[in-house]
């Protein structure tokens, strides 16, 4: 069931937005994305978003969804057509569903107020436990969902981009395949995976809004 | 599908156990709550949750589930022969697990690091929000969930018994007719439905279990 009547309110360098994206591929489903600021909150946003105010928003005909992880959620209820996102097993769902919160809690919520260092020692000490968790999931395929590209893997894959701009701008080795093989190979198949490898973020793509950004706030507040 | 290879590690008085022991009753699944002291963490539970280190963690035969939300999930997709705990239509499930998190980020994030005005503010904001909410999602009828207890109703109906041991200690009323009279009306359904009555949270047993906590934490300190 493909449609045109889906509409996403996000901005492309995001992570979260881009999990929607995700999603939407593997379900086959059309639909536009309208490029939101941000910083600069639109009428449609503050409308569609009361609550958080936040991108994404999934615009499915007359239905508003926001929250990254409950929109995937919602598109593989939805579209039961394509390939399932989430797990069939209710014990393999309650994992992905964990893990995907882990993701969250570790790589979104620690970057907010912490020093610099404790945010590397977060992200290393997760990624460590997420590779165990890989292997554990995968249980020796090729992505946390098995055969396909699932739930665990848009929820991390997400992230892959602005990991390695991390890694650039401290310095920091995250994605050390000394310390993390699985999920360096693993991140390496989702950068070329027929099904979500055009909607992969690109690293020297995200270093240029990371770089315009720094700019733009080094002139506001010179 | 009632079964006794159910163990729920938890403490009576947590809310968060709370979602999980009103979840197995709705399903009539038969269940050993191992009271599991959160200040003295067992070597059940640091086996069990070595991620969190917390309750509730939800033992099924060789399968181990944590993070409340995540378990009234996994026991609604894992015993399909009782009553629903999600709806069935993918957009209603999408806003009850919205409004769950919202509960979630309200309810028990504020508590951490906050000034006490500042926290009674944001229950205030966050109840007048849920009546709203509640509105659209029972769609007239006594619960969230509709006709029976559901999702939300075990989200947000685990806190109703915390609310008033907070309104008594502060003088704060939060369940006021006034203001949020769908709500007020919803949380006596609760304690009276059949299928849960037995499980609410009592607030003077909740006093009683804050003020021995308080007088432990007095002595420790003297």
Chains 1, 2 share one sequence.
Request: charged residues 25%; contains cysteine.
């Amino acid at each position: 069931m493909a449609t045109s009547d889906v509409t996403v309110l996000g901005a492309w360098p995001s992570p979260y937005v881009n999990r929607v994206v995700m999603a939407l591929k593997i379900k086959s489903v059309e639909y536009e994305l309208v490029e939101t600021n941000p910083h600069r909150k639109s009428e449609l946003l503050l409308k569609s978003n009361p609550v958080h105010k936040k991108v994404p928003v999934l615009i499915h005909a007359d239905k508003t969804i926001c929250e990254s992880l409950i929109i995937v959620q919602y598109i593989d209820d939805a579209w039961t057509n394509g390939p399932s996102i989430l797990p069939s097993d209710p014990y393999d769902r309650a994992i992905a569903r964990f893990w995907a919160a882990y993701i969250d809690e570790k790589l979104r919520d620690a970057k907010e107020d912490e020093a610099k260092t404790a945010i590397l020692e977060k992200i290393y000490e997760g990624l460590l436990l997420l590779e165990e968790a890989f292997i554990n999931c995968s249980k020796g395929k090729a992505f946390f969902g098995g055969d396909s590209v699932g739930y665990l893997d848009i929820a991390l894959g997400c992230q892959v981009g602005w990991l390695k701009v991390t890694e650039i701008l401290s310095g920091a080795k995250f994605l050390d395949e000394t310390k993390i093989p699985c999920l360096v190979r693993w991140a390496e198949r989702l950068y070329s995976d027929s099904c979500v490898k055009d909607v992969m973020l690109e690293t020297h793509m995200l270093l240029e809004v990371f770089n315009k950004f720094q700019a733009m706030s080094t002139a506001a507040s010179a």
